[in-house]
């Protein structure tokens, strides 16, 4: 990915948006644009406080997010909202179609059939959310918004530094797929940080979330 330039940065944290008015915690929000709840607010805060002392005080080189509002308000709650803010599309949570909104339990009472098409293997490439997204159409998409991210860090050519991404469970676990072959659980308010060393992304810390309030 990059197309092959340098990229000097040598740190990506990624974050998990938190909590929503529309809990996100048991509904499945993919495209539906959500705000933070207060709690979600919360979990920011907190995520904020762990990179800075995982990472030190400094600011983020270049901080990136969704263009979805609960992934938005997360970057500029973690990152301060003087920062340089860049949405990339891609980044934009899988289309759950029919599910949008709906708990998994509403989700079987309603749509049987697909519920149990779907649970049999929930992250298989070749299942489409009925009236949504594709997952194998869903993950290409991720890797190009990241094959662009990485592209205009090349072309920006960082001297060093850490890059932030605020995004969604599905984008989070197919950029660390990406990039470090690794598939983390995302919770809400999750941290995730990668580290750049011998040209090659490695997992530095993932799934931290010891940090959220309970």
Do not use: K
Not at 46 to 56: D, K, P, V
């Amino acid at each position: 990915m990059s197309g092959g330039r340098t990229i000097a940065l040598t740190t990506m944290a990624l974050v998990r948006h938190g909590e929503t008015e529309g809990e996100s915690s048991i509904r499945y929000h993919g495209r539906t644009d959500v705000a933070l709840s207060e709690l979600g607010r919360a979990q920011m805060r907190a995520a904020r406080r762990e990179l800075a002392q995982r990472l030190g005080e400094t600011a983020f080189a270049h901080v990136f997010s969704s263009p979805l509002i609960r992934a938005i308000e997360g970057a500029r709650l973690i990152a301060g909202g003087s920062a340089t803010l860049v949405t990339i599309e891609e980044f934009a949570e899988v289309h759950f179609g029919l599910f949008e909104g709906l708990t998994a339990e509403e989700i079987r009472e309603r749509y049987p059939e697909e519920f149990a098409r779907w649970r049999a293997d929930p992250l298989a490439p070749a299942y489409t959310y009925p009236g949504g997204e594709n997952r194998g159409a869903f993950a290409e998409r991720v890797r190009r918004g990241l094959d662009r991210m990485l592209t205009m860090l090349a072309d920006e050519q960082s001297d060093g530094g850490c890059a932030l991404v605020v995004a969604h469970r599905g984008v989070i676990r197919a950029i660390v797929s990406a990039l470090a072959a690794e598939e983390p659980s995302v919770e809400l308010g999750s941290v995730h940080i990668l580290e750049r060393r011998n040209s090659r992304w490695h997992p530095r810390a993932l799934d931290i979330t010891a940090h959220l309030p309970r």
